[in-house]
């Protein structure tokens, strides 16, 4: 047997040599050579542990564990597709001896039992054999941030996932993501026509037409017809060329809903030679306004035939409208609702006639000094139509029988007990019968309890006006807000003081009562006390004095001080409460009164600069004081409280220098000289502040001034 060992023991060297002359021997070491029992043991060793065992039917030593630890020499290198093909040694025996040689032949099947350690610190994970098919990963790549080389060397597939499955020292292997260079997006291009439709809607029309300078693209952006549904003009038709209005309104005809081109003079010759394709292109106009336009008639019989849903149609001004256009209107646009023909010098009720009998959802009628309004056939169809809620026909030739007509009809019934004619009631919001000189008290009787709808009435400069006119249409009125009655020279203060105990007086908001030189204090205070809602009053060339001024100044301070929610204003970026800017709650004008003097002013600016003021009065005044009320105001809107109230103080004592001046007797010069020492500091006030060094030589200025 020994025999037999020893035998093998020479071809397992051979074997090895012969290895290791083709390069396939792994020599980490070289091996110590053992001399008689060490030696014979050593093969022993070695012949044992080799799994080439079981294929050779041998049986090992019964005295030899088999689940020992196995030197370097137990490697084997036969087969690649078992889990057990591969020995391992031990490091702590492998420093006695072992030998890199292979110990069987390629096809020696791996043992059935487990012959590796898992606690060796060597393991070879596989190895390529010929014939066969490699069903494990043999290497496990590294992390590509530890890597080294080129990038285009390095995996692109990041998304990849290298694991080995086995024992103990199996750990899984992520690939780590690339990082992928960031291309350059052109934001602009690729993004979609409506967000770019959208984001150009922010712009007003005079920037979208210097953008469509910035390429070709832009320019094609800038004029597409979804960005001109509204084109309103009253804001740049002083700018934009004709050139550029011509294309704006081709390019976006079909989709214009909103044309204004209020002012845009510089059309007129634009109209003859572009006036066809711009009706051509424009046929779905809902509103529609010349105003002041110079305009010839064949483009606008074009607009008028090509548009049938017209809503709006404002002509004021043009003086090319005649009552032609005014039938062209009546028969191509039934829905109309608004019609403007004020200041048309060639347009008469002939054809507002057409425009009352066709057009049967007209709620708005401004014909403003126009004629024929005496025609009684037009009034009685103003009647029966019923559909009118705002009436301007300012300085016109109507007189009482129409208004009677208009607000009664033609012999109503009359109630015995009220003596008032019993009709429907109109549904007028807005009247405006200013300058109508030939009304009178009697027609504007008619108005009472046949208009409770109504908002606004204008009277303005109709001398045949008295107190009788008003008497029982305040107490008809109970929605009244707006009334102006300039200018009627016989109205006294009882007018006033029926306005001010009847319904409408908690709502009314603007008042005006200018050169009605018999209006005083007597009238103005009731309405003061109790208008609460009051936000304009015009009362210029009264006799209204500062009385009138200081209840006023009381009633915006009641009324702020009523508020229930005061306003508070976060804090600012340093912990700071900011100043809250007060809003103007009341204007006053007050110009030409000779009752009013500085001390009403000075009430004035003394109360909007009191502190934690919400609310405030603005002041037209006397020329004199104007300029010193408008930067005591400025100051006051921004905040600046502490040089609003010195500059009062100080144009006060300048006022009471001057009035000191203008006294004679003993010390008058002493008193024209503190005159012009305020006189001077008012002015050093006005200019920002009083400053050192020597004060800059002033002029004396105009005379009249």
Known sequence: MSQHILDDSNGSTDLSMAGAARGEALRFQEPVKLKGRKRFLQSLQRISSSPSLARMGRVPSSNYRTGGKASMSCVSLASSSSAYGQTYGNPSQSSVSFSTAPTSV?????????????????????????????????????????????????????????????????????????????????????????????????????????????????????????????????????????????????????????????????????????????????????????????????????????????????????????????????????????LNVSWCTHVDTKGLHKIVQNCSKLKELKASETRGWTENEFILDLFKRNTLERLVVAHSDIDDEALRLLFQGSNPKIDPLTDKAIVPPRRFRHLNFSRCNLLTDKGIKCLSHNVPQLAGLQVSHIIGLTDDAFQHLFEETPLLTHLDMEEIDDLTNSTLQNLAQSPCAPILQHLNISY?????????????????????????????????????????????????????????????????????????????????????IREIMSRNTEPSRSLIISLKCFYGYQDTVNEHMKRVRTGRLESAVRLERKWAEYMIATEEAGVGGAGARRRRRRAREAAMVHADEEEGGPRGGRRRARSGGCVVM
Request: proline share 6%; charged share 20%; aromatic share 8%.
């Open 106 to 338: 390629v096809t020696t099947p791996a043992p059935d039992t487990q012959t590796y350690d898992f606690k060796s610190r060597i393991r070879i994970i596989g190895q390529n054999v010929p014939g066969q098919t490699v069903t494990t990963p043999l290497t496990a790549p590294l992390p590509p941030e530890v890597r080294t080389g080129p990038k285009e060397a390095q995996p692109q597939n990041s998304s990849e996932v290298t694991a080995i499955d086995g024992d103990y020292f199996t750990k899984s292997v992520l690939g780590v993501a690339l990082e992928h260079k960031p291309r350059n997006i052109d934001f602009w291009g690729e993004m979609p026509d409506e967000i770019k439709v959208h984001i150009f809607r922010f712009l007003k029309p005079w920037e979208i037409v210097r953008c469509s300078a910035v390429s070709k693209s832009w320019h094609k952006m800038c004029f597409d017809g979804q960005l001109w549904t509204n084109i309103d003009t009253h804001e740049y038709y002083r700018d934009i060329p004709s050139a550029s209005l011509v294309r704006i309104m081709t390019a976006a005809g079909p989709f214009v809903r909103d044309l204004n081109l209020r002012g845009c003079a510089q059309l007129w010759e634009r109209w003859k030679t572009d006036g066809q394709a711009i009706s051509d292109a424009c046929q779905n106009l809902e509103y529609f306004s010349l105003e002041g336009c110079s305009i010839d008639r064949c483009s606008i019989h074009s607009f008028l035939l090509d548009n049938t849903r017209l809503v709006h149609i404002n002509f004021c001004g043009v003086q090319s409208i005649t009552n032609s256009e005014l039938r062209t209107i009546a028969h191509r646009c039934p829905q109309l609702e608004f």
């Open 516 to 600: 009605c030189e018999n209006l005083g204090d007597t009238g103005m205070l009731p309405i003061i006390k109790n208008c609460e809602s009051l936000r304009t009053v015009d009362m210029d060339n009264t006799r209204v004095s500062d009385l009138v001024l200081t209840e006023a100044a009381a009633q915006v301070r009641e009324r702020d001080q009523q508020q229930i929610t005061p306003f508070v204003a976060p804090l600012d970026c340093k912990g700071n409460v900011p100043r809250i800017r007060p809003k103007v709650a009341l204007h006053l004008t007050v110009y030409d009164c000779q009752n009013v003097t500085w001390t009403g």
